[in-house]
C-alpha cells in the first residue's frame, strides 16, 4: 500500500527518516560498502587521515537489527513532529545530526584513552534516535495505562527493548552514542545549549509540508454521507454488528446484480462499516435511505490512492492497469452510461464490465453499434 | 581393479604397502634414494638442463606473494629431447593428451591453489591442457609442496604401483647427474619435504585403513601419463608488510586504500617419464583469486543499476496498454527479452553459488532480473496475447457432418490458420491450436477460455526453452574453449535478435509503429552491457580471450536492428520488400500526393486538422516526386473516410482508438 496511508501527511519528516535510514543501509550493504562507516582512531584517523568519515559515520547501519529496532522508534515516536512541527523537528534532527557528528567521536576518544575496550564507533545515528526518543518520553503524553504487579505500565514501554538493543549492540560505542543523544536532547528540550532556537531554511522543509490528498473513500460516497448525515447516529449503541458484517460479506460477492435491488436494507460498503462502527444504528439507518450504489468489494485503486505514481504503480503491480474490468462498476457509471447512449441496462454493464471506464464505455458501444 | 572387494585381504596388502613405504622415505636420506623413488627419477639431460634453467630465471625485487593462489592462462611449448615421445609399448596413452602434445604448442589455463601452512606450503595445480586451435582440453592435476625460500613449486600426479608420484618430490631437487654446479643445494630442504611427504603417505595410510584401498598396490583402470610439475615463481617488487596489508584488506576490509596487488607471476616445466614427453610455459601471469573477486563484484554492482534502468525504461513502455497500441506489438520481441532475464537470473545465481564474497551483489541482480521476467514482461505477455486474441475473429462455425471429431478439428484449424484477418494470431498461436484438442464440439471455446489455453501453452513453452538452454550452459562448462565460445556466442547473437520479429510484425500487418523509441533504445542500448562485458572481459573465468569482433559484431547489429525499426517507423514499413509480395493484403496509404487544388474537391477549409484547428501543409503544385514533397507528404494523414488530420495529432488518437474523430470510421492500422 501507499506509504501516504502508513504515514500521515502531517509527518514528512519522520518519514523521510524512516526512508533515508533504511535505503542508506541496503545500498551499503549491498553495494560493500559498509567498512567506510566506522572510525577505528588509531587506524582511520592517525595513521590514514580519513577525516571525512566524521561526515559520513552516522549514515548507515550495520546491522539489520539496528535498522529495524531504529525505524520502530522512529516510526513510534512520530508524534513528536506533531507537536513539535514539522519544521522545528526538521531543525532540531539537523542540530542533532551536526552535534552527534563531533560529540561521539570526542567522547569516545576520550574514553578510548582511559579504556581499552573500545576499538572503534559503530556507525549509526543511535545519538539522534536517543534525543528524539528523549523528547517523546518528555513531551508525548501516554495514552495506555496498565497496572500489573502494582508497577505502572504505559504505552511508552513497547520502547523499552529496541531501546535496549540499540544502545548495547556493540557495547561501549553505541552505549556512549545513546547516552550521549538522550543527554544532548534533554539539554536541547531544556535549552541548555546554544542556539536551539536555530531553524532551518524554510526552503529544505518545503518539499516534506506540501499538501498531500489523501482520500480514503471515493468522494461520491463522501457526499453521500454527507447528504445523509444525521447527527443523533453519532451517539447511538453498537449493537448487532455481527451480524451486519456477514451480511456485507455476502452482498461483496455479488456486485451487479445486488446494485439492482435498491430497498436491500444492507447497502453499505465493507469499509463504511468499519467506519461506522462505533454506531450500529447509524449505518443501519444511513443504508434506509441510501440511493443504491454498489459495495466496494475490491475497489479500483482509484478510489484508495491518490492520484499520482503511486497509484499508477500499485494499478500496475496488481495488473489492474491492464485489467481494468477487475474493479468494480458504479452504479452512477450505469446510469450515465444508460443516459449517453440510450442502451439497455444490460448493454451498459457490458460495456463497462470490459473497460470500467465510462468514456471508453461509450466508446466501445459506439463502435459496436457502427458495426451493425 | 580401481575398487577391490573389501576383503581382509586387499586391505591388510594395502596397509602393508603404505606402512612399507612409510619406513622407505623415513630412513632414507638425500643421496641415499630408495628403488621405487630412483626408478622414477630416470630423466633425460634436457630435463635437469631446463629444470636448472628455471631455478636459476632471476626472482625480481621485493618479496613473492604469502599466498599464491591464483587463476591464470598462458601458452605451453613443448620441449623436444632426442628421445621424446618414444614410450614402452605397455604404456597406454590418453588419445586427448597426445592429440594436444603432438600439436606443439597451445594455450592453457590453470588454477594454482596454496594452503598456507608454515614454512612449507601444500599446493595444488590444475591444468586445463588445449591443443593449438583450442578443440580439445585435457585436465591434469598435480599435488604438491611449496618451498619458499628458493621460490619453487614441485608437484607431481598422484602415486601408481609404477610411478613415485608425491612420494619422489624430496628428491626433485637433486643434482642434475650431468652438471658439475647445482644452481641450489637440495640437502637444505630435503627434511622440510620428507617430512611433508611423510604426512601424506600417513593421510593414504588411514585411508587404507579405512577403504582398504591403496594407490600403492592398486592401478586406476584409465591409464594415463604421469607427470612432474617444476614451477618457478617471481618476486612482486613489494614488501611483506604491504602484501599482508592488501590481503588484510580483501578479508577483513577496514576501508583504507592499500596498493593495487601484484599479478602472479610463474614459469614451469611438465615432465612425464612414463610417456616421455615434458612441455613449458614462461611468465604465464594471473591475477589473485581475490582479485579477481573483486573484479566480479565491481562487475555486477554496476549491473544492478543497469537492470534498474532496464526495468524503469519497461515500466515506462507497459504504461501504455491501449489495446491498439498492444495490438501492434510483436509477441516473440517482449518473449526473447523475458527469457533472457530469467537465464541471467540463474547465471548470477549459480555464479553466486561458487564466488567466495560479492554474495549480495549477485543476488540482487539474480533478483532484479528475475522480478521484470516473472512479473512486469509475463503481464505484458498475457496482455499482448489477449489483445491480438481477442482481434481475430472467432473460428468459422463447423459444418455439421458425420465425420470424426479428428476430421474436424482439421478443418476448423485450417480455417482458423488460413483466415486472413489474423496475421499476428498465426504469428505465435497456430502450432497451439493444433496441439489442442477440442474438448467442446457444439460450443466454441470463448474469449477467456482460449486465452488461458494459450496463456498455459506458452508458459509451458518458455520454461522449456530455459530449462533446456541452463542445461546446455551447464555441460558448456567442461567443453572445450573453442567450442564454449561458439555455443556462447550463437546464445548471445540468438537472443540478443529481439527486434526481429518485430520487424516482420510490422511488415505482416503494415504497420511501423511499435514500441516506444526510449524503450527501443533503452532496452538496445543496456543490455549490451552483458554481451560486451562476455566478450572482452571473460579470459579467466570462460577460458577464451577477449573478442573485439565479435563485440563490435554485437553492437553493429543491435544498431543495424534499430535501424531497419527507424526507417520502417519513416519510410514504411515494407519499404525493403517489392510491392507484389503483399498483393493480397495492401496497406492502406495515409499519405497520398494532395495538391492545394485538389481540395476543391473536398470542400472549403479541408485543410485544417479537426484535431488542433491549425491549418495543415499540402503539397505545393508542381513535381510531387521530388524530396521536399516527400517529407511534406509525411507531415499529414488522409483517412479512407476522406478527412484530414496532422499526423502527430491523428497518431496521438489512435494511440487510444482507432476510429476516425470525425466520423468514427474504422481507421486501418498505421
Redo the contacts between chains.
Keep these: 500500500m501507499s506509504s501516504a496511508n502508513i504515514v500521515p501527511s502531517n509527518m514528512g519528516i519522520t518519514k523521510f527518516l524512516l526512508l533515508t535510514i533504511s535505503t542508506s543501509s541496503v545500498v551499503a550493504?549491498?553495494?560493500?560498502l559498509?567498512?567506510?562507516?566506522?572510525i577505528?582512531f588509531g587506524?582511520?584517523l592517525l595513521s590514514?587521515y580519513?577525516y571525512w568519515r566524521i561526515l559520513l559515520w552516522q549514515f548507515i547501519y550495520w546491522n539489520s537489527t539496528e535498522v529495524f529496532q531504529a525505524l520502530f522508534i522512529i516510526y513510534q515516536a512520530r508524534d513528536v513532529e506533531r507537536l513539535l512541527g514539522s519544521h522545528r523537528f526538521a531543525s532540531f534532527c539537523v542540530y542533532m545530526f551536526i552535534l552527534g557528528m563531533f560529540v561521539t567521536p570526542i567522547f569516545s576518544f576520550l574514553y578510548s584513552l582511559l579504556f581499552k575496550n573500545l576499538d572503534y564507533i559503530q556507525p549509526g545515528p543511535t545519538f539522534l534516535i536517543f534525543a528524539i526518543l528523549y523528547q517523546y518520553y518528555y513531551i508525548v503524553p501516554s495514552t495506555v495505562f496498565v497496572r500489573l504487579f502494582n508497577i505502572k505500565f504505559t504505552d511508552k514501554f513497547q520502547m523499552v527493548i529496541p531501546m535496549i538493543g540499540l544502545a548495547f549492540s556493540h557495547f561501549p560505542s553505541t552505549f556512549i552514542n545513546a547516552f550521549l543523544g538522550w543527554t544532548m536532547g534533554m539539554f536541547y528540550h531544556l535549552s541548555l545549549l546554544p542556539g536551539t532556537s536555530w531553524r532551518l531554511p524554510i526552503r529544505f522543509v518545503k518539499p516534506a509540508l506540501s499538501p498531500t490528498h489523501v482520500f480514503i473513500r471515493p468522494p461520491y460516497s463522501d457526499m453521500q454521507n454527507a447528504s445523509t448525515f444525521n447527527p443523533e447516529t453519532l451517539f447511538a449503541l453498537p449493537t448487532g454488528l455481527d451480524a451486519e458484517r456477514t451480511e456485507n460479506e455476502n452482498q461483496v460477492e455479488n456486485p451487479v446484480s445486488n446494485a439492482d435491488a435498491n430497498d436491500s436494507p444492507t447497502r453499505q460498503n465493507a469499509r463504511a462499516t468499519a467506519i461506522a462502527s462505533s454506531s450500529n444504528t447509524a449505518a443501519s439507518f444511513r443504508n434506509r435511505q441510501q440511493i443504491s450504489h454498489p459495495p466496494l468489494g475490491r475497489t479500483s485503486s482509484s478510489s484508495v490512492l491518490p492520484t499520482g505514481p503511486a497509484s499508477?504503480l500499485y494499478d500496475?503491480?496488481s495488473?489492474r492497469?491492464?485489467r481494468p474490468e477487475l474493479g468494480n462498476i458504479r452504479e452512477e457509471d450505469i446510469n450515465t452510461v444508460q443516459t449517453i447512449m440510450q442502451t439497455s441496462r444490460a448493454q451498459a454493464i457490458q460495456a463497462l464490465s470490459q473497460t470500467n471506464d465510462v468514456q471508453r464505455a461509450v466508446?466501445l458501444l459506439?463502435?459496436q453499434t457502427?458495426d451493425y | 581393479p580401481r575398487l577391490p572387494s573389501r576383503n581382509g585381504e586387499s586391505s591388510e596388502k594395502s596397509i602393508k604397502a603404505e606402512k612399507r613405504a612409510f619406513s622407505e622415505i623415513k630412513n632414507a636420506t638425500f643421496l641415499n634414494i630408495p628403488e621405487r623413488v630412483e626408478h622414477s627419477l630416470t630423466f633425460p639431460t634436457e630435463i635437469w638442463e631446463t629444470r636448472d634453467g628455471l631455478f636459476e630465471e632471476p626472482v625480481g625485487k621485493g618479496d613473492s606473494h604469502l599466498n599464491h593462489t591464483s587463476v591464470m592462462t598462458g601458452n605451453w611449448n613443448i620441449l623436444p629431447y632426442p628421445s621424446f615421445g618414444k614410450v614402452s609399448p605397455n604404456v597406454t596413452w590418453h588419445t586427448t593428451l597426445r592429440n594436444i602434445v603432438m600439436s606443439q604448442s597451445g594455450r592453457f589455463s590453470a588454477n594454482l591453489y596454496e594452503y598456507v601452512d608454515g614454512n612449507s606450503d601444500g599446493i595444488s595445480f590444475v591444468l586445463n591442457l588445449e591443443n593449438n586451435n583450442d578443440t580439445s582440453v585435457y585436465h591434469m592435476t598435480f599435488h604438491g609442496d611449496r618451498v619458499k625460500p628458493i621460490n619453487v613449486f614441485l608437484g607431481s600426479t598422484d602415486v601408481t604401483p609404477n610411478f613415485g608420484g608425491v612420494d619422489v618430490i624430496p628428491w626433485l631437487l637433486k643434482d642434475s647427474p650431468y652438471k658439475d654446479a647445482p644452481p641450489l643445494d637440495g640437502t637444505e630442504y630435503f627434511p622440510l619435504l620428507q617430512n611433508r611427504s611423510l604426512e601424506r603417505i600417513e593421510t593414504r595410510l588411514q585411508d587404507a585403513q579405512t577403504v582398504g584401498w591403496s594407490p600403492l598396490v592398486f592401478e586406476e583402470e584409465e591409464v594415463t601419463c604421469s607427470a612432474f610439475v617444476f614451477l618457478h615463481n617471481k618476486n612482486t617488487g613489494l614488501d611483506k608488510e604491504t602484501l599482508k596489508a592488501i590481503e588484510n584488506e580483501f578479508y577483513h576490509?577496514?576501508?583504507?586504500?592499500t596498493q593495487k596487488m601484484p599479478e602472479v607471476f610463474v614459469s614451469g616445466l611438465v615432465y612425464s617419464p612414463d610417456c616421455n614427453v615434458a612441455f613449458t610455459f614462461s611468465n604465464t601471469k594471473g591475477p589473485r583469486n581475490f582479485v579477481l573477486e573483486n573484479h566480479l563484484?565491481r562487475f555486477s554492482?554496476l549491473y544492478?543499476f543497469i537492470v534498474l534502468s532496464q526495468i524503469f525504461v519497461l515500466?515506462r513502455q507497459?504504461?501504455i496498454?491501449s489495446p491498439s497500441h498492444v495490438q501492434r506489438l510483436s509477441f516473440l520481441t517482449i518473449a526473447m527479452q523475458a527469457g533472457l532475464d530469467a537465464y541471467i537470473a540463474i547465471f548470477f545465481l549459480s555464479t553466486n553459488a561458487v564466488i567466495e564474497k560479492?554474495y549480495?551483489?549477485f543476488v540482487?541482480v539474480a533478483f532484479l532480473s528475475l522480478v521484470p521476467s516473472v512479473?512486469?514482461t509475463m503481464?505484458?505477455l498475457?496482455?499482448i496475447l489477449r489483445v491480438q486474441n481477442s482481434n481475430m475473429p472467432p473460428p468459422a462455425p463447423r459444418p455439421v457432418t458425420n465425420n470424426s471429431s479428428n476430421n474436424n478439428t482439421n478443418q476448423s484449424n485450417a480455417s482458423n490458420e488460413n483466415s486472413p484477418n489474423a496475421p499476428s494470431a498465426a504469428n505465435d498461436n497456430t502450432e497451439t491450436t493444433t496441439v489442442n484438442p477440442p474438448q467442446e464440439d457444439d460450443q466454441p471455446m470463448t474469449q477467456h477460455e482460449r486465452d488461458q489455453r494459450d496463456w498455459s501453452a506458452v508458459c509451458l513453452r518458455f520454461y522449456f526453452i530455459i530449462l533446456v538452454v541452463c542445461i546446455a550452459s551447464l555441460y558448456s562448462a567442461f567443453w572445450p574453449v573453442i567450442y564454449r565460445f561458439y555455443f556462447i556466442s550463437a546464445l548471445i547473437f540468438t537472443s540478443y535478435s529481439f527486434w526481429i520479429p518485430q520487424i516482420i510484425q510490422n511488415v505482416k500487418q503494415g504497420t511501423s509503429r511499435s514500441f516506444t523509441w526510449t524503450y527501443i533504445l533503452g532496452a538496445s542500448v543496456l543490455r549490451l552491457y552483458l554481451p560486451l562485458a562476455i566478450f572482452i572481459d571473460s579470459e579467466l573465468i570462460l577460458g577464451f580471450p577477449p573478442k573485439y569482433f565479435f563485440a563490435l559484431g554485437l553492437v553493429l547489429w543491435m544498431l543495424f536492428q534499430v535501424l531497419v525499426l527507424l526507417v520502417q517507423d519513416t519510410l514504411g514499413p515494407r519499404f525493403f520488400l517489392p510491392k507484389k509480395f503483399f498483393l493480397s493484403s495492401p496497406v492502406y496509404d495515409y499519405h497520398p500526393v494532395i495538391q492545394q487544388d485538389d481540395l476543391e474537391a473536398f470542400m472549403r477549409d479541408a485543410n485544417v486538422c479537426p484535431i488542433c484547428m491549425q491549418p495543415i501543409e499540402l503539397v505545393s503544385t508542381g513535381s510531387t516526386l521530388n524530396p521536399a514533397s516527400m517529407m511534406v507528404r509525411r507531415n499529414y494523414m488522409l483517412t479512407p473516410c476522406h478527412h484530414l488530420y496532422h499526423r502527430q495529432c491523428l497518431l496521438q488518437w489512435m494511440e487510444t482508438?482507432s476510429?476516425c474523430p470525425v466520423c468514427?470510421?474504422?481507421l486501418p492500422a498505421v
Design positions: 550493504g549491498v553495494f560493500a559498509k567498512p567506510f562507516f566506522h577505528n587506524l582511520h590514514h580519513q499508477q500496475m503491480l495488473g492497469s491492464e466508446e459506439l463502435e457502427a | 576490509p577496514q576501508g583504507v586504500s563484484v554492482s544492478i515500466l507497459m504504461r496498454n560479492g549480495l551483489p540482487s512479473m512486469f503481464r505484458y498475457a496482455l482508438r476510429i468514427r470510421c474504422h
